[in-house]
Structure formats: structure tokens, C-alpha cells
């Protein structure tokens, strides 16, 4: 129950909806196809099973490292002791592999997480072959790719096909909690204009090149600190950011990229890594040749993955930055920090060592919040939230959130497939996200484009 009241809150009624296909045997499952899995993010994608697709997936990439360490992946999760999943892999190696794909038409859904450089041609090839897409994020890295991607947007509507990015960040609990009281006129007020000097929305996110994922040292392809492969910070994980300044603050609402958006500035840094570093994340002893240009006189490779966007959405000022660090400190991981300022309180996320790196809400009240109104409106949406509370604080209150409704990072990718399968089994997804995705990446290239100048 508490999964369906998280699921509900977090989607809304799907009111403003487009028709999409329904498979013509409408009781087959669907089948997926993993295209050149080379990124973690593709194996977590079937780290659940879904009653919908069919257990067999086939697989065509090139030949290499890539895919043995996707197939280990799915692998340990079919030879886990706690609920083992039950994929059948079919794996196709060969330089020929994207053709083989689309003459061989294994399936009905291209899942796509790897080499970004390659991600929008891959995805444009599959829509023109009527394939439906699930790709992750970025679906493209560069302004001279956008086009590619807004032209198979415009093919998948033509030949009603879905594409749709893994935006797993809309599932996270602080974050949904912060959407919802941001709704609620008597406990947040207003979202206010803001400032360049501060923003009415603030999302920052600092991520570690080392890391362990699914209880084991992360092995990352070496292509990964090659920002013309994978894409600089500013276009990767900021998606993720500019993403969620989009459906808080203007929920369910089609944003026009060429009315609504405002670019003020961005900027690009990057960060040191050593040889040693290196090996130890990639376990290559050496950097390939193709990353000697970004290292340093001191024989350190500089990775130009953090950035940031300072812009204006329907005239609201935002921004948006990431950090890679090389590895997190005892106990940390990954964090995320947010704030949305109303003209009553301000809805803040932390997540330091004050919080033992756990997220946090908070609401800090402002002058002119009546507490009783608040109280009453917090009141309804613990009964959709059942076991919220409030705690007071020097500030305001935190809001106190049960262990339960925190799933972790790796469980979101299952929440976003079951969503995506339920607009392909309803044949309809709300029409304001196409429009948004390209908003989205609207905003990443070009503030690429700006950085650069």
C-alpha cells in the first residue's frame, strides 16, 4: 500500500495524455534489447523482473569488455540468494552489431545506457526502425547532436513510438516531499522569482568516480573520462537537475524550449585524477591513448566533469551544478543538495554529515506562516504519506520519514521501467513530457555551448 500511495503522489493523474501502440498480441509480453550496454545503469534496469517482459533479452554490442561486465552484472543478480532474477541473455559480438539489431528484430523495446558519443544516433536509428526507446540519460551530449534527438522525437510521434529517458531522481522521497509541499499554499506560499545572486531553485549534486554498486566495487570503462564519449558533467548528470527543477516547479505544465527558457551563465572545471586512481576505477594499468590530451604537465588526467547553469525557467531563476570527486569520504556516498524558496518557508534538502549523509527535508519557516495552517495542511498530506511527521528545529521543522519510503538509488531504475511500461500497456503517457525531455536537453547542450565561450 505504501508502495501505491508513493507511486500515486509521485505521477499524478495522467489527465493531459497521447495516444501510443499496444502490442498486437496484447497478452504477449514485451521483449527487451540491450543495445551496447556500457554504462552500470543498463544492468539495473533488470536488476527486478517485470511481469510484462518476457525473460528472454538479447543483447548486441561489440566486442570487449563492456558487455562482459553487463552480463556479470546480470548474472549476479540471477545468482543471488535474495529474490534471483531469471534473465536469459542471447549475446550478439560483432562490429556489425547495430545492423544486426535492426534486421533481426528481437524485440520491441531498444534499452539504451552506455557511451554517450554514440547514445542519439543509436536512438534515432532504432525509432526509424519502429522500435520503442528507453534510454539513459543523456540522450545526447553536444548542441550539433540535439537535432538528431528532436528529429527522432519527431519520427516516434509520426510512427507512434515511445521514447522516454531514466529519470530516476522524480523517485526519491525527500524530493517528492519537497514537490508536494511546494504545492500546498499554506505550508510553502509561493514559489518566489528569485535572483542570479539566489535562485528561487537550487540543485546541487557531487558524485565519486569510486564507488560500489550492487555491494561491489564499481569497474568503470576507461571511455568514461573521455568527455567526448561519456559528456562533460554539465550535460550528464545535470539532466538529472534541470529535470527536477522542471517538474517541481512547474508540475505537469509543457515547457516551450524557445519561450521559457533563459540561459544567464555556465561554466565547466575539472577534476585531478591520478594514474593510480585510474587503474584502481577502471582496472587498466595504463590511460589509452585517446585521454592524452587531458593529461596535465604533473601526469595527472583532468576530467571536465563539473559544471553549472545559472538560467531562468518561465521567468524563474534556477540553478543547477554537479562535482565528481574521485571517491566519497568513510560512510559517504553520493549527495544531493536542494532548495525551493517560497514567500512562507523554504523547502531545503541536505545531505552532509550532519545528516550521516542521509537526505533530509527540512522546512525553514519565514515571516507571515501561520503555524495552525500549516499544521492542518501538513495533516492531509500525512494521510498520503502515512508515517510523515514534523520535528521541530532551530529553523522550522524536519520532516520525518520512515525508513521504509527510502528505497535507494538502485531500486529507482525499477520504479521508472514500471512506469514506462504502464504508458506502453495503457497505449498513453502525459503530453507534456516529450516536450520537457526536449526542454531538457534543450538547456544541457546549449549551457555546454555557453561554458565553451
Same mark, same amino acid.
Given at each position: 500500500?505504501?508502495?501505491?500511495?508513493?507511486?500515486?503522489?509521485?505521477?499524478?493523474?495522467?489527465?493531459?495524455?497521447?495516444?501510443?501502440?499496444?502490442?498486437?498480441?496484447?497478452?504477449?509480453?514485451?521483449?527487451?534489447?540491450?543495445?551496447?550496454?556500457?554504462?552500470?545503469?543498463?544492468?539495473?534496469?533488470?536488476?527486478?523482473?517485470?511481469?510484462?517482459?518476457?525473460?528472454?533479452?538479447?543483447?548486441?554490442? #561489440?566486442?570487449?569488455?563492456?558487455?562482459?561486465?553487463?552480463?556479470?552484472?546480470?548474472?549476479?543478480?540471477?545468482?543471488?540468494?535474495?529474490?534471483?532474477?531469471?534473465?536469459?541473455?542471447?549475446?550478439?559480438?560483432?562490429?556489425?552489431?547495430?545492423?544486426?539489431?535492426?534486421?533481426?528484430?528481437?524485440?520491441?523495446?531498444?534499452?539504451?545506457?552506455?557511451?554517450?558519443?554514440?547514445?542519439?544516433?543509436?536512438?534515432?536509428?532504432?525509432?526509424?526502425?519502429?522500435?520503442?526507446?528507453?534510454?539513459?540519460?543523456?540522450?545526447?551530449?553536444?548542441?550539433?547532436?540535439?537535432?538528431?534527438?528532436?528529429?527522432?522525437?519527431?519520427?516516434?510521434?509520426?510512427?507512434?513510438?515511445?521514447?522516454?529517458?531514466?529519470?530516476?531522481?522524480?523517485?526519491?522521497?525527500?524530493?517528492?516531499?519537497?514537490?508536494?509541499?511546494?504545492?500546498?499554499?499554506?505550508?510553502?506560499?509561493?514559489?518566489?522569482?528569485?535572483?542570479?545572486?539566489?535562485?528561487?531553485?537550487?540543485?546541487?549534486?557531487?558524485?565519486?568516480?569510486?564507488?560500489?554498486?550492487?555491494?561491489?566495487?564499481?569497474?568503470?570503462?576507461?571511455?568514461?573520462?573521455?568527455?567526448?564519449?561519456?559528456? &562533460?558533467?554539465?550535460?550528464?548528470?545535470?539532466?538529472?537537475?534541470?529535470?527536477?527543477?522542471?517538474?517541481?516547479?512547474?508540475?505537469?505544465?509543457?515547457?516551450?524550449?524557445?519561450?521559457?527558457?533563459?540561459?544567464?551563465?555556465?561554466?565547466?572545471?575539472?577534476?585531478?585524477?591520478?594514474?593510480?586512481?585510474?587503474?584502481?576505477?577502471?582496472?587498466?594499468?595504463?590511460?589509452?591513448?585517446?585521454?592524452?590530451?587531458?593529461?596535465?604537465?604533473?601526469?595527472?588526467?583532468?576530467?571536465?566533469?563539473?559544471? &553549472?547553469?545559472?538560467?531562468?525557467?518561465?521567468?524563474?531563476?534556477?540553478?543547477?551544478?554537479?562535482?565528481?570527486?574521485?571517491?566519497?569520504?568513510?560512510?559517504?556516498?553520493?549527495?544531493?543538495?536542494?532548495?525551493?524558496?517560497?514567500?512562507?518557508?523554504?523547502?531545503?534538502?541536505?545531505?552532509?554529515?550532519?545528516?550521516?549523509?542521509?537526505?533530509?527535508?527540512?522546512?525553514?519557516?519565514?515571516?507571515?506562516?501561520? &503555524?495552525?495552517?500549516?499544521?492542518?495542511?501538513?495533516?492531509?498530506?500525512?494521510?498520503?504519506?502515512?508515517?510523515?511527521?514534523?520535528?521541530?528545529?532551530?529553523?522550522?521543522?524536519?520532516?520525518?520519514?520512515?525508513?521504509?519510503?527510502?528505497?535507494?538509488?538502485?531500486?529507482?531504475?525499477?520504479?521508472?521501467?514500471?512506469?514506462?511500461?504502464?504508458?506502453?500497456?495503457?497505449?498513453?503517457?502525459?503530453?507534456?513530457?516529450? #516536450?520537457?525531455?526536449?526542454?531538457?536537453?534543450?538547456?544541457?547542450?546549449?549551457?555546454?555551448?555557453?561554458?565553451?565561450?
Amino acid at each position: 500500500m505504501m508502495r501505491t500511495f508513493i507511486l500515486m503522489a509521485m505521477m499524478g493523474l495522467l489527465s493531459r495524455t497521447q495516444a501510443l501502440p499496444m502490442p498486437t498480441d496484447t497478452s504477449a509480453p514485451w521483449r527487451f534489447i540491450t543495445l551496447d550496454p556500457g554504462h552500470f545503469h543498463a544492468a539495473l534496469v533488470q536488476k527486478t523482473m517485470y511481469p510484462e517482459v518476457d525473460a528472454q533479452v538479447h543483447v548486441y554490442a #561489440p566486442k570487449g569488455n563492456d558487455v562482459k561486465l553487463h552480463m556479470a552484472r546480470i548474472n549476479g543478480y540471477n545468482a543471488r540468494t535474495a529474490s534471483p532474477t531469471r534473465w536469459m541473455q542471447t549475446v550478439y559480438e560483432g562490429d556489425d552489431f547495430l545492423a544486426r539489431m535492426l534486421a533481426e528484430r528481437k524485440g520491441d523495446i531498444v534499452m539504451l545506457a552506455g557511451n554517450n558519443r554514440k547514445k542519439t544516433e543509436y536512438i534515432l536509428e532504432s525509432i526509424k526502425a519502429g522500435f520503442h526507446v528507453f534510454a539513459d540519460k543523456p540522450m545526447v551530449i553536444d548542441a550539433a547532436s540535439y537535432p538528431k534527438l528532436v528529429e527522432a522525437f519527431r519520427i516516434a510521434k509520426r510512427k507512434k513510438r515511445m521514447l522516454y529517458d531514466i529519470m530516476t531522481e522524480r523517485y526519491e522521497i525527500t524530493t517528492i516531499l519537497q514537490k508536494e509541499l511546494s504545492r500546498i499554499r499554506d505550508a510553502f506560499g509561493t514559489l518566489q522569482q528569485g535572483s542570479p545572486s539566489q535562485p528561487a531553485i537550487t540543485k546541487e549534486s557531487v558524485h565519486h568516480f569510486y564507488k560500489e554498486v550492487s555491494g561491489s566495487p564499481l569497474q568503470r570503462p576507461p571511455w568514461f573520462y573521455d568527455v567526448e564519449q561519456e559528456g &562533460e558533467g554539465i550535460v550528464d548528470v545535470t539532466t538529472h537537475l534541470v529535470d527536477l527543477v522542471q517538474w517541481e516547479a512547474f508540475p505537469e505544465q509543457i515547457i516551450d524550449h524557445k519561450k521559457d527558457i533563459r540561459l544567464l551563465s555556465a561554466k565547466r572545471w575539472t577534476t585531478p585524477v591520478s594514474l593510480a586512481e585510474f587503474t584502481a576505477s577502471t582496472a587498466q594499468a595504463s590511460f589509452p591513448d585517446y585521454l592524452g590530451k587531458y593529461i596535465d604537465a604533473n601526469g595527472k588526467l583532468q576530467v571536465s566533469c563539473n559544471g &553549472e547553469i545559472n538560467y531562468t525557467l518561465k521567468g524563474i531563476h534556477a540553478k543547477v551544478s554537479v562535482i565528481w570527486n574521485y571517491k566519497a569520504e568513510p560512510g559517504a556516498g553520493d549527495t544531493h543538495y536542494s532548495i525551493m524558496r517560497g514567500s512562507l518557508s523554504d523547502l531545503v534538502i541536505r545531505q552532509g554529515r550532519e545528516q550521516q549523509f542521509k537526505p533530509k527535508l527540512y522546512v525553514e519557516r519565514k515571516a507571515g506562516l501561520d &503555524e495552525v495552517a500549516f499544521r492542518k495542511a501538513f495533516t492531509a498530506l500525512e494521510k498520503r504519506f502515512p508515517g510523515i511527521s514534523l520535528a521541530p528545529d532551530d529553523k522550522g521543522w524536519e520532516v520525518v520519514i520512515p525508513a521504509s519510503y527510502h528505497e535507494g538509488h538502485e531500486a529507482h531504475f525499477a520504479r521508472v521501467t514500471e512506469k514506462y511500461l504502464e504508458f506502453l500497456k495503457t497505449g498513453r503517457m502525459p503530453k507534456w513530457e516529450v #516536450p520537457n525531455m526536449i526542454a531538457k536537453y534543450y538547456t544541457t547542450t546549449e549551457a555546454l555551448r555557453l561554458s565553451a565561450k
